[in-house]
Nanobody, 122 residues
Framework: QVQLVESGGGLVQPGGSLRLSCVAS????????MDWYLQAPGKQRELVASITYQGRTNYADSVKGRFTIIRDGAQKAVTLQMDSLKPEDTAIYYC????????????????WGQGTQVTVSS
């Protein structure tokens, strides 16, 4: 069974920084891409940043230049470094593993973490 466990959320003042981490566990052969999504109250979940196994990154316009996504050498963990945080960044942040190949499974699958709360407020 695959699990994604996020950590690093919390309360921070505007202009501050947080680092979110996500670690995937289980019998994972490969993960094509790992993403961070956010979901603000009353809104749909939206993509914040993504990184492929080749290291290709993509960012939402709202976070370009402020957030950095990094994937570890073993390819089963991802970090989101968030700088210059704004109140509008307040949301639950979810880790997502896209096209995950798991032992004994015929097809690749997607997995979600449980989410971690980020609150930016003075």
């Amino acid at each position: 069974q695959v699990q994604l466990v996020e950590s690093g959320g919390g309360l921070v003042q505007p202009g501050g920084s947080l680092r979110l981490s996500c670690v995937a566990s289980g019998c994972i052969i490969s993960i094509y891409r790992m993403d961070w999504y956010l979901q603000a109250p009353g809104k749909q979940r939206e993509l914040v940043a993504s990184i492929t196994y080749q290291g290709r990154t993509n960012y939402a316009d709202s976070v370009k230049g402020r957030f950095t996504i990094i994937r570890d050498g073993a390819q089963k963990a991802v970090t989101l470094q968030m700088d210059s945080l704004k109140p509008e960044d307040t949301a639950i942040y979810y880790c997502h593993a896209y096209k995950t190949v798991v032992c004994g499974h015929e097809h690749d699958e997607d997995y979600w973490g449980q989410g971690t709360q980020v609150t930016v407020s003075s």
